[in-house]
């Protein structure tokens, strides 16, 4: 006699805690989420992908009811508009819903916001929950669309000899003491990559209004080179206002002949030294 396999699918429960909580509170209702297209992610068995199968205890036996599957585990979010930025408070903060959506309409937020994945990682086993996964593609949006400062590296630059940075504000805007110029290599992601800055206002050597010269210490300038950048960064503005073209950082000739750079290998001799 042949046998017929039954697959049982665990029973879900209808009522989402998360849902209902949503249509109560005002906060919850700000947060967006993307389709639940995943499967429960709790409860499971520890070490295993098997949905809660323990017996527990009642009064009178150990064959209890067990615990329903449920998308216990949740991702969500939401994009704050620029007129709620600045507010510290939390309940002065997304008051009224129907005005973040106009807020949007009018592209008031300072970024947009894609989410691409959002799903559940069914390879964990060490607990009784399974991680859950959600990837965004953000895009900033411009402050200005051309830059507020121009500037450009004087002479040619290395850890031997100190260098100037030149620049000339190409629109007015407020300067701080606390601006600086950083340098950085040629690919950097994030403002914090610099691998050395100065202080506009402390190291400014010669200042006509027009054209400004600024310092920078030969012992804060790379030994081993490379392509970089400079940059300007605005305090007020928190931002980074101006960038000059790539330009050459030379390998210091004085720490090579001390040895404090490795010597270079070309492809070449490195394949016939093999």
Known sequence: MAE????????????????????????????????LNFQPT????????????????????????????????R???????????HEEKDDEIGTDGKNVRQLEGNEEYPLKIRQDVYNSNMEFNISDHKPVIGIFTLQLKKMYETPLVQLNAE???????????????????????????????????SVSDYITYTW???????????????????????????ECVLCYYSSNLQCIIGISEPFMVHESKVAV????VPEKINLHDKTTAM
């Open 257 to 260: 002949e001390e040895g404090l």
């Open 42 to 73: 709790y409860k499971f068995d520890l070490n295993s992908d098997t949905y809660d199968s323990r017996s527990y205890m009642t009064w009178f036996t150990f064959n209890g009811k067990k615990r329903k599957p449920a998308w216990t585990d």
């Open 200 to 226: 506009v206002k402390d190291d400014e050597v010669v200042s006509n209004n027009e054209l400004i010269q600024v310092y920078v210490s030969k012992e804060e300038i790379p030994v081993e080179g490379g």
């Open 75 to 85: 991702i969500l979010w939401r994009l704050r508009p620029k007129a709620l930025l």
């Open 155 to 189: 002479g040619d630059w290395s850890a031997d000899t100190d260098a100037m940075v030149l620049y000339n504000p190409l629109q007015p805007f407020h300067a701080s003491t606390w601006d600086w110029i950083g340098l950085y290599k040629v690919g950097f992601t």
């Open 4 to 35: 017929k396999l039954i697959t049982v699918q665990p029973k879900i429960s209808s009522s989402a805690t998360l849902t209902m909580m949503k249509k109560n509170k005002q906060m919850l209702q700000e947060f967006e989420e993307g389709p």
